[in-house]
């Protein structure tokens, strides 16, 4: 039986993609979301996976609804 994990590189994907459909850069997003550039970066390139709170910082940074990135990260899992 296959069990999907959370692949932190469409993570990363979706929230970069997110962020640059918006028109942001990365200093932009991560400080609208008061989270380091760095961090923010790590997210994107799939290094760290964010905790509920910076992906919740996050989206509303980019003015969505946690649970509307949720879903984008599910259509690529699946």
């Known amino acids: ?32 979301a008061d989270i380091g550039r760095t961090h923010l970066s790590a997210i994107e390139r799939g290094e760290r996976k964010p905790t509920l709170e910076t992906l919740f910082r996050i989206a509303n940074a980019l003015d969505m609804r946690m649970s509307e990135i949720v879903i984008e990260i599910e259509k690529l899992l699946y």
């Open 1 to 32: 039986m296959y069990i999907p994990t959370l692949d932190p590189m469409i993570v990363g994907k979706v929230i970069s993609d997110q962020r640059k459909k918006k028109g942001m850069s990365q200093e932009v997003l991560s400080g609208l």
